[in-house]
Structures are given as C-alpha cells and as structure tokens.
C-alpha cells in the first residue's frame, strides 16, 4: 500500500511527481511506503540522515517498558 500525501503537509503527489525524484520515501514496518514531498524532506533532513522516523500514516506503537538489569 502507497501514501499519497504527505503526512505532514498534506500535499498530494501526482503523477507528474512520481516520474520525479523530488519525494522522498519512507518504508513503514508493516510494508507500505509512505512519501514525504520536497519541502517536508528539506525541512526535515535532519531526521532523514539520522535514519530516524520522519512521519509516519499511523500513530506510534506505545513504547514497551524498560526493564531494570538484574
């Protein structure tokens, strides 16, 4: 399954922008790719070097406890 938009401005991509290389992607745990547009991905580059999450369509998985060494 592909997103889209978007998921923090909203914009939709077009056909236009996928025969582009403007978008950035995002592959999602369960498998879908989520696109970023050309603004997001320069406004959130950062993230995107450091390989952390930049958007995601869903909302985060609760985080599990840490557990303290024995």
Do not use: K, Y
């Not at 995601?56 to 303290?68: F, I, K, L, Q």
């Amino acid at each position: 399954m592909e997103n889209t938009a978007c998921p923090l401005c909203a914009l939709e991509r077009t056909a236009a922008d996928a025969a582009g290389l403007a978008w950035s992607s995002q592959h999602e745990p369960d498998g879908s790719i989520t696109w970023i547009c050309p603004t997001c991905t320069r406004a959130q580059l950062w993230r995107i070097e450091a390989l952390l999450t930049v958007a995601s369509p869903t909302a985060p998985v609760a985080p599990v406890p840490v557990r303290r060494a024995a």
